[in-house]
């Protein structure tokens, strides 16, 4: 996991995720993309937009990079000219979305549920 940002994790919320998950903290987010995208990584955001796929109508490709923008602010339009592509999960009454960890848990669920045998 590539955190941009402050690099914080609960051991008593994370419980085995501390041992078991990889992160690494990056700068700059466009220049941690840019390099995924090198990698052969394909990029799909978490974003509402007039371009985002439904989420569960999306087919992830199984090198997939999911990239998680701020809690409000979400991806900056930099950042966004360098994904393959954006999905948004469906919400019905308000608020209008999911807070961030809820919206990436079904995100990760979904890209799972596509790849089950890891």
């Known amino acids: 996991m590539i955190v941009c940002g402050s690099l914080k994790v609960d051991s008593k919320i994370a419980r085995d ?22 990698e052969g990584y394909r990029l799909v955001g ?6 985002s796929h439904v989420l569960y109508d999306y ?13 409000r602010n979400g991806l900056q339009p930099e950042e966004l000219d ?8 469906p919400v019905y009454g308000l608020p209008h979305s999911y807070n961030v960890v809820t919206a990436t848990t079904m995100a990760v669920y979904e890209y799972c549920r596509q790849f ?3």
Request: glycine residues 4%; without cysteine.
């Open 59 to 71: 087919s992830f490709d199984r090198k997939t990079a999911l990239v998680i923008g701020h809690e």
């Open 17 to 38: 995720a501390k041992e078991t998950v990889n992160l690494v903290r990056r700068q700059n987010l466009s220049r941690a993309l840019v390099k995924l995208r090198e």
């Open 116 to 118: 089950p045998r890891g």
């Open 46 to 51: 978490l974003e509402q937009t007039d371009q």
């Open 82 to 89: 360098l994904l393959h592509d954006l999905v948004e999960i």
